[in-house]
């Protein structure tokens, strides 16, 4: 996500990149791209986001990152099959503890 102005552009890799002016549509109902509108200032948001990171390649860290931890939780099959998933556990909490429904 890149913020210019009142404009807001969010980069999604793999999919469409989004534009929103935050002055006239400050609930982000009105994607500009989406509507066919400043897709050049898409374009050079996109250019300037790059000028500062690679999107693609922070997207492959985060992912490889989330299944590190998924990982640590039980794998990708425990993640899906909990009830909850409540928090990412404070310093000294076990992950048993963690993975502990509260008692209602």
Partial sequence: ????????????????????????????????VEEGRDRGRATLLEIKLRAICDPEEA????KADQRKMA?????PDKLLGADQILFTPPPGVSKED?????KR
Avoid: C, S, T
């Fill in 1 to 32: 996500m890149l913020r210019d102005g009142d404009l807001k552009f969010i980069y999604h890799v793999g999919m469409p990149a989004q534009l929103f002016d935050l002055a006239a549509d400050p609930h982000e109902a009105h994607d500009l």
């Fill in 59 to 62: 997207d492959a860290r985060a």
């Fill in 71 to 75: 990982e640590f939780w039980g794998g």
């Fill in 98 to 102: 963690a993975w502990a429904a509260p």
